[in-house]
């Protein structure tokens, strides 16, 4: 229960951050839908890796969008990488499975509009809620059928503070947002968009996931679990455990973008990681 109050606590100490973050490039926004199915298309002006990162944000999948996150974007150009941050449509005003729904359609959308040569590969990275969303891009085989999705563009994918197994040990407050994007507090009901039970035999997109021991959110189970069943499926998994009771969920799933790669163990992992998925 400190965890939970420490996260209550934190949020305070991000505000000034927040008015402070430089905004270096002017992002391209594509609507393909109404008002809050957008994505946001960050070039960096010094491209130092084939990779665009496809970044889905948190939220508990009810509130912030694309924008509000606007100093991700520029964190990853800034840092040499091309970066989208996708929209989405949030609860209560919908239900899963609209807001991955809207995940895959706008990513088909900025396959669409990819021109000259051959397309990009993608890292996706998603916090929290995102990292949910992004997990099922990455390993929803029937969703990726669906939109004529393939896997193979995807290097790599990264979960920051992730939901992805909804029988481990469940905070008050997981339970509620679960319940929430469901619209049922039943275990069964929520099984079509467990990213956990999505894994088979076959699939290679490898996957880091960072996550805090102070998590007051999400507790650590979920990641340890993914990778143990990600690595029955002979799936490339790591698991980056953060310690320090500072490291609440937000904190270290998008506050440490605040940062600078070489002062945070976090952003050292992530940005080692996407330099190893990257052809230079």
């Known amino acids: ?9 934190s949020y305070g100490r991000f505000l000034l951050p927040l008015l402070r973050a430089k905004k270096e490039v002017t992002p ?3 609507q393909w839908g109404n008002k809050q199915q957008y994505y946001l298309h960050y070039k960096a002006p010094e491209r130092h890796s084939d990779l665009t990162v496809l970044y889905l944000h948190g939220g508990g999948w009810n509130s912030k969008s694309a924008q509000f996150f606007d100093y991700i974007g520029q964190f990853f150009a800034r840092n040499g990488f091309d970066c989208v941050l996708m929209n989405y449509r949030k609860v209560p005003n919908v239900r899963y499975p609209v807001p991955l729904e809207d995940v895959f359609e706008g990513f088909c959308e900025l396959r669409r509009r990819s021109t000259g040569g051959r397309q990009p ?16 891009l990455c390993f929803d085989a029937e969703m990726q059928r669906k939109y004529k999705v393939s896997p193979n563009v995807f290097r790599g994918y990264i979960g920051l503070a992730a939901p992805l197994c909804f029988d481990a040990p469940r905070t008050w407050m997981m339970q509620s947002l679960l319940k929430g994007l469901f619209h049922s507090g039943a275990r069964e009901d929520w099984k079509q968009g467990e990213p956990v039970l999505k ?32 690595a029955r499926c002979g799936i490339r998994a790591r698991l980056c455990e953060v310690d320090t009771s500072a490291d609440t969920h937000t904190a270290y799933s998008c506050g440490i973008f ?22 230079i």
């Open 258 to 279: 605040f940062e600078q790669p070489d002062k945070s163990r976090t952003l050292d992992w992530l940005m080692k990681q996407l330099r190893a998925w990257s052809v």
């Open 1 to 9: 229960m400190n965890d939970m109050f420490r996260e209550f606590a």
């Open 28 to 30: 391209e926004r594509v």
């Open 121 to 136: 590969c993608y890292a996706v990275i998603g916090s929290s809620a995102g990292a949910h969303l992004g997990a099922l």
């Open 199 to 230: 894994l088979r035999r076959g699939q290679k997109v490898p996957v880091l996931l960072i996550h805090s021991r102070h998590d007051g959110v999400i507790g650590l189970a979920q990641a340890k679990k993914f990778c143990a069943a990600a």
